[in-house]
């Protein structure tokens, strides 16, 4: 145990006194803990720019567009009777949507119809045009249900029943509440895996013993690291920024050391087969952004191809990132997390076995 004990504290001194390993495993989490969120603190896009295409120029159309200057979603950028003008501006990027008000407006609303307003939007950015819809349909809706009631005794017209959004698991919609607690998981993933790697690469170039007792000592140092810096994540950050947080607190507390486990016991596999510590930075490269597009974070498994569904599903960060999304913004029940624990303890106990056998048990030392 004091052998253990003496290889555990010498581990964190080894990870202190290299500075390249310290800002990878600890000054890293702390500096993407406030980058992230800062770059998305906005939460949602704001005065995105649109045309007004007025073909009635009445009463009606001057409120319509009154309302919908006072839209915080959008800014008016001008005001035309030519929808063909208007479609150059979207043509051009000077311009996200077209708000079209018809000629017969008016007479439409009176006579019981729908009154033909037209919503043209660009599809270069689906979060702009998200923004852009929800900031003119409530604007157009509110006013011309007012107008309406002026009708209410002489026509049989009404206004449709409103579709309102209740988010359930993300309350603002904001994009800063949606991204951040999917990437925080990887972020631990990435930090763990390339200054692990770059430890024990360190370890073989500098010709230690490592032993039974000196590579638990090690992992059981680095699973330390790591899971303050998910509590720190989860906890801290999440609260800071005010991010959904604290769904199942005890289901967290649960799955992030078999997250760590698993990780850990990834890494030390795949640094027995690296030759270099820059190499481990070199497969982080290329792998980050793939590994949170097949999460299903980004784009839902559904809308994949079979082929790429079934390597998300193996992946472990897929099941890393949709565990902790469910646990600590859904709040689901343990029960429902428990195969993906499962599954991440016999990938981390297999990964632990075979680079047990590879850097111990065949080699001594490096």
């Known amino acids: 145990m004091k052998s253990l004990w003496f290889y555990y504290l010498q581990s964190f001194k080894d990870i202190v006194s290299h500075g390249t390993i310290f800002t990878t495993l600890i000054l890293s989490v702390l500096f993407y803990s406030f980058f992230y969120p800062t770059a998305y603190q906005a939460q949602q896009a704001e005065a995105l720019p649109i045309i007004i295409v007025d073909e009635e120029q009445s009463s009606l159309s001057t409120r319509i567009i009154g309302q919908v200057a006072q839209s915080p979603n959008v800014e ?11 479609k150059q501006w979207v043509e051009s990027q000077k311009a996200d949507g077209i708000l079209l008000l018809p000629d017969n407006l008016s007479q439409s609303l009176r006579h019981g119809e729908t009154g033909g307003i037209g919503l043209y939007l660009s599809t270069a950015n689906f979060l702009v045009t998200k923004q852009i819809g929800l900031g003119l349909a409530t604007s157009v809706e509110q006013t011309l249900a007012d107008y309406t009631e002026r009708f ?6 009404s206004p449709t029943l409103s579709v309102h959004q209740i988010p359930l698991f993300n309350p603002l919609s904001g994009y800063g509440s949606y991204v951040f607690p999917a990437v ?3 972020i631990i993933h990435q930090t763990i895996l390339l200054g692990l790697s770059m430890l024990i690469l360190v370890y073989r170039e500098r010709k230690v013993e490592l032993n039974a007792n000196a590579f638990i000592g090690m992992c059981l140092a680095v699973f330390t690291i790591g899971c303050l810096g998910c509590f720190y994540l989860f906890g801290f950050s999440f609260w800071l920024f005010d991010y959904p947080r604290g769904g199942n607190l005890f289901g967290m507390l649960l799955a992030v050391p078999v997250f760590i486990y698993t990780i850990i016991g990834m890494t030390c596999l795949f640094a027995s087969f690296l030759d270099l510590p820059e190499r481990a930075g070199h497969v982080i490269v290329f792998t980050s952004i793939p590994l949170f597009f097949l999460s299903g974070a980004a784009w839902p498994h559904a809308a994949m191809p079979i082929w790429m569904q079934v390597v998300g599903e193996i992946l472990p960060s897929t099941q890393i990132v949709q565990m902790f999304i469910q646990l600590n913004q859904m709040g689901v029940p343990n029960a429902l997390v428990l195969p993906k624990l499962l599954y991440l303890g016999m990938i981390g106990s297999l990964c632990f076995f075979l680079a047990y056998r590879r850097l111990i048990s065949n080699c001594g030392t490096f």
Do not use: H, K, M
Not at 152 to 157: K, N, P, Q, Y
């Open 184 to 186: 925080a998981p990887l």
């Open 76 to 86: 008016i950028q001008a005001i035309t009777g030519n929808f063909a003008e208007a």
């Open 152 to 157: 209410g005794e002489v026509s049989d017209f």
